[in-house]
């Protein structure tokens, strides 16, 4: 079965600082791959998602990740950390299967940016 | 602007009490999920329709249940709520696709005294 994992269940950097947040997938063929951020009380939103087509992705809020095949690795970056980016991320991965609806998610980062 | 609505955004309910979370949806989707959220914890899935397809996860309590009328509205409902039935239940939508974007809903925060 394909899964995510999510390295550091707590990240915390600077104003200013580069955010990094990692995310390995397991799975036999490349999936499709997410990145979803909670703040407190509120659902998911859609950060950025890879469905195969640039490797390199861009989200909302200044969000990047790129997909690495040869790493197995979806890690989550913004070069500057801003106050209003502290919340819960998730990363999740969706099988390359039309009738699977089955998205799993890693078990979440919380991030805390520092003023 | 379509979206992913639930009501109401909070709910106290007694031990034992049934209660029912609402969520509806705009964006016409074709699949309707729930999930159980607890406390810095990855969303977990209770069950998903593919329109009036109903798909239970193995490991749902049957104390849970759910309704889907239509296309737009789902309901999940408890039949007797425990103590470790209190979570954040998040209702998310999803166009049955190559790689099938969930959209979320704001959750239902579920308090059990």
């Known amino acids: 079965a394909q899964s995510v994992t999510q390295l550091g269940s707590h990240v915390s950097v600077s104003e200013g600082a580069l955010v990094l947040l990692r995310c390995n997938y397991s799975s036999s063929v490349p999936p499709y791959l997410f990145w979803y951020v909670q703040y407190p009380n509120q659902g998911l939103q859609l950060l950025l998602k890879y469905t195969s087509a640039a490797t390199l992705v861009k989200g909302i809020n200044g969000f990047e990740a790129e997909f690495k095949k040869s790493e197995t690795s979806f890690h989550l970056t913004k070069p500057s950390a801003h106050m209003s980016d502290a919340a819960e991320y998730f990363c999740?991965?969706?099988?390359?299967?039309?009738?699977?609806?089955?998205?799993?998610f890693g078990a979440g980062t919380r991030l805390t940016v520092k003023p | 602007d379509a979206m992913v609505i639930q009501n109401p955004r909070y709910q106290v309910t007694q031990f034992g009490k049934p209660v029912t979370l609402s969520c509806s949806q705009t964006l016409n989707h074709n699949v309707m999920y729930w999930y159980q959220q607890k406390s810095s914890q990855a969303p977990k899935l209770l069950f998903h329709?593919?329109?009036?397809?109903?798909?239970n996860e193995a490991d749902t309590p049957d104390n849970f249940q759910s309704r889907r009328p239509n296309t737009s509205f789902c309901f999940l409902d408890i039949r007797s709520p425990g103590l470790g039935d209190a979570a954040m239940y998040l209702c998310a939508t999803s166009r049955l696709s190559s790689y099938n974007e969930q959209f979320f809903g704001p959750g239902t925060r579920l308090t059990v005294l």
């Open positions: 329709y593919y329109d009036k397809d109903f798909n």
């Open positions: 999740a991965v969706n099988p390359v299967d039309y009738n699977n609806n089955d998205m799993r």
